[in-house]
Structure formats: structure tokens, C-alpha cells
């Protein structure tokens, strides 16, 4: 029985944490790989939320508590470069302030992407970027044509959550998930439940090949550059998927097949915050605290849930976690998986 295709997930996955210094260039290192997608955020305090990718480029952010376009206003303050083991971070209080505490959580996507629809027959128009088939990410940008559309991901299998963002325009991120399909969809930068609109993913399904994408420009505007970060499930490393809230304090336990590393949750049900979680910044069952995508507050001290070494358990009954009868959607990355190839088993913390 294989348990997993990835025995060591901070090759591809990684949270650093650190101190900032104030210094005008800093490297933060032992991440364990090169990565492509970079997510910052101050734990202290009430800074923005900061993206980056290497398809992009380095200094180039989104922020996703906000619907504003790509910025590379001040980019020699923020990320100045994607390293070997690392990154290596500018003078700013979004994450090298003097004295003020960071988190990142980084992921790896290695190998060049091109599609050319006209010639593969994939997809409907042109797309390029990043691709990591073993961990099952891609990073994608295209042109789009404000038409209902599909846009090929290099996959390989079906991306079960994919966060859209136009590179030009003032919009916000959409997300096409499992929970809602092509039918409905969610904003990263907002505290919605899953809007009915089908000008976001147009009614349509992800496939091993494509994803779907409409006429709103938030998914698709007409001449804008637009980007894609999609996601599949991979065993023992990744899982994305949902379940129902029972409102119960001790609650329900979520088997996502491996020790999580990252896990963020949203109530699809009705406006809640995102939430997000990690193995690093406290490190210990039950005091996991939390941070929020969608706003710039600081790091928060609730106890939502345990981390476990094959999935989490909830341990509230709030209307962002676990309300009785309320659809969750969720995402894990792992720090172990539960059983290594060879079978050998992992722990609990």
C-alpha cells in the first residue's frame, strides 16, 4: 500500500519564521527548496498580507486581504529575490521591520509551462508559467478575452481549488473550489459565502487539463494579464476538500491522510473570515494561532483545532470553524505524511 509519493514535504512545502532586523537586505534561509509562491505575513501586527511568485517576478506583489492590482511600487522594500534555500527580503514593515515578528509560507513550483491552445487543443486560450506535477501546484498567466473560457493549468490532474487574480485591474480574487464548482465562487480578499454568480467560473468543472474561467473580469477580463494558482490533491502531501460544521466545541476530526504542516478553512455557508494555520509559529496542540487571509489583523490566539498526525480536529463551535450544519472548505499541506513510502508512521506533535 503506498502512503504517500513525497516522504519529505518541506522540499516542496515549507513555514519560515523570523525576527525582522531593519536591514536594507536580509536572507532568510533552511527552507529546504527554491520556491515560486511566497506568502508573507507580520504576526504582530496590522500590515497587509503579501504574494509573490517567480512567474511574476520578485518584488511584484498581490496582496490578498485586498483587491488591488499587481504592484511593484517600492519592490527594493519588499522580496528581493527568490534564493536556493530561501528568500532574500528589503527594508519594510511588512517584513524586515526592526523588532517585528514574520511568518511565510512558501511552496515550490519548478518546471517552465507553456500551452498553445490552437496547437494542443487544450483549453481555449494561450497560457504559460510554472508547473509542479509531483506536488500538484501550477502557476499560470494569460491574456484574457472577457469570453467564457478554459485555461490549461499543466496539472495533470484535477486542481480542486484554483485563486484567480487580475494582474491590471483594481478586482478582487476570485476562487473556483470543490465545494462550489463552476457554479459558484468565493473571494480570498473577502469574508463572503459562495456567490451564485456564473460569470466568475461560468458553470464549468476542472479537469486533469484545464480550469474554467467566465466573462467577469475578475476571472477573465478583456485584454487583462491575468494569473492562476492551482492546486490538486497529491497523497500524503496535500488535500483539499470540505465538511460540515456540527457546532460542537469538541469537535468533529477531519482525516486528511498526513501530520498537517498549513491548513486554511472557510465557512462557505456565510460571510466568515479565512483562516489560517501552521505547524511553526506556536508549534503545540492546542495553542495553534490563527491568522486571517482576508483582513490585516494580527495574529490571533483562539484555539480552533489540534493538529494530529493524520489530519486536525476542531475544538470550537464559532461560525468560522465549526457552525452546526455549515459547509467548510479547507486546504492542508503536510509537514509528514502519516506513513512514509515504506510504511513507517509519524506522530502527533
Known sequence: MAYTVIDNPIEYFNTLIWTGNGASSRAISSLGHQPDLCWFKERGGTEDHHFFDSVRGAGVRFNTNANSASNSDGASRRLLSFDSDGFTVGLDNAMNGNS??????????????????????????DSAGKVNTTAGISIVKWTGTGSAATIAHGLGI???????????????????????????????????????????????????????????NTANGDGDEMMAYSFGDVKGYSKIGSYSGNGNADGSFIYVGFRPAWIMLKNTSRAASWLIFDDKREGYNIDNDELVANTTAAEETYDQLDILSNGFKLRTNGTSANLNGDTYLYMAFADSPFANSNGVPCNAR
Do not use: H, M, R
Open 100 to 125: 517585528k515578528t514574520y511568518v511565510s509560507w512558501n511552496w515550490k513550483c519548478e518546471s517552465a509551462f507553456s500551452n498553445d491552445a490552437s496547437s494542443t487543443s487544450v483549453g481555449s486560450i
Open 158 to 216: 484535477q486542481p480542486q481549488i484554483v485563486f484567480v487574480k487580475n494582474i491590471d485591474d483594481t478586482s478582487s480574487w476570485n476562487v473556483y473550489s470543490v465545494v462550489g464548482t463552476g457554479a459558484k465562487g468565493l473571494f480570498l480578499n473577502e469574508n463572503n459565502g459562495l456567490d451564485s454568480d456564473t460569470s466568475y467560473f461560468n458553470s464549468g468543472t476542472s479537469s486533469t487539463t484545464t480550469f474554467p474561467v467566465g466573462t467577469a
